[in-house]
């Protein structure tokens, strides 16, 4: 218990040191993304709340190997380690409490605070969309498909876009459906086709059956639809990884996947968040190593 106790007070007080400059540096940040924007005070600050756990935890590992190597250098310092050692404990033994305490703060981030970190991280996309992009998402994705908003500089009018199937990271849609709006919001036609094909302003759309409002419909085979978005602003629009729990990640990726969409990125995450206990583990284990080393140097302990 006393091992544990020692790499635990040494964890708090890394981790409480790199959770300040992490608030800061982010903070400096906020504040710069800002500039010219007229963003309030107390939204930089919101966005810097809401963005700090998610950045405080992908530096677990490191706060772990350091907060390790400042545990394991007290003990060398107070030659508590060869108390241990001459007790016939052999460092292996030692290493068993860190081991567990490291593995119950991995766990104790993933299940309990990983799910806050993804509420805190949706909430933060929304006031940067809102305060420094200062636009409305592009895409959102349901469990029937992908819902686009886009607008056609061509006739003016504002539109929404359905597709049932996506592939190609959203630049190809399937079985896909068109409402268009004027600028006061009276709908003004509907389009239905096959497939369509993002390229550079416009969609290229294969057997569109076009419905305008004041006029009787008629079918195209090939039809080119104007449009103000591109692919990259599909999957800046869509969820990000870090808004999506620990527990729902998982049949989220399975849903996206049946939607035709990769989901490389939620994936990665997944894996990120899986192996991070044993990262920390591992950055344990070196740090012992260095220290190990370290002990045998008699001028690195001279006060």
């Known amino acids: 218990m006393y091992l544990f106790r020692s790499f635990f007070f040494s964890f708090l007080i890394i981790f409480a040191i790199f959770a300040i400059l992490i608030f800061v540096g982010d903070f400096v940040e906020q504040f710069r993304k800002s500039t010219n924007k007229e963003v309030p ?32 250098l007290f003990l060398i310092r107070n030659s508590e380690l060869i108390v241990v050692a001459s007790s016939g404990i052999s460092i292996r033994s030692i290493l068993i409490a860190p081991i567990v305490l490291y593995l119950l703060i991995g766990v104790f ?64 849609l399937s079985n896909f459906m068109i409402l268009e709006y ?30 305008p409002r004041f006029n009787d419909p008629y079918f195209e085979e090939k039809f ?23 527990w729902r990640l998982g049949r989220f990726i399975d849903f996206l996947e049946n ?13 990120n968040l899986v192996f991070l206990p044993f990262l920390m583990i591992s950055l344990l284990i070196l740090s012992a190593s260095v220290s190990n080393n370290l002990k045998q140097n008699d001028k690195f302990f001279v006060t």
């Open 41 to 72: 005070l107390q939204i930089i600050f919101q966005l810097s709340s809401y963005n700090f756990l998610n950045l405080t935890m992908f530096t677990l590992p490191v706060v772990a190997f350091f907060s390790s190597l400042s545990a394991f």
């Open 109 to 172: 981030f993933i299940a309990a605070l990983n799910p806050l970190m993804a509420v805190f991280d949706d909430r933060y996309s929304e006031l940067e969309y809102e305060y420094i992009n200062r636009v409305d998402k592009f895409a959102s994705i349901t469990k029937n498909g992908i819902w686009l908003k886009q607008f056609n500089n061509n006739n003016n009018l504002s539109s929404v876009l359905y597709a049932k199937d996506i592939k190609d990271e959203g630049a190809t």
């Open 182 to 211: 004027d600028k006061n919001g009276s709908f003004q036609g509907r389009l239905d086709g096959d497939t369509a094909i993002l390229y550079e302003g416009y969609w290229e759309m294969n057997n569109v059956q076009i419905s």
């Open 224 to 246: 080119r639809y104007q449009t103000n978005i591109r692919i990259e602003d599909i999957s800046d629009s869509l969820s990000s990884p870090l808004s999506i729990s620990f």
């Open 259 to 271: 939607l035709g969409y990769s989901a490389t990125d939620f994936k990665l995450h997944y894996y």
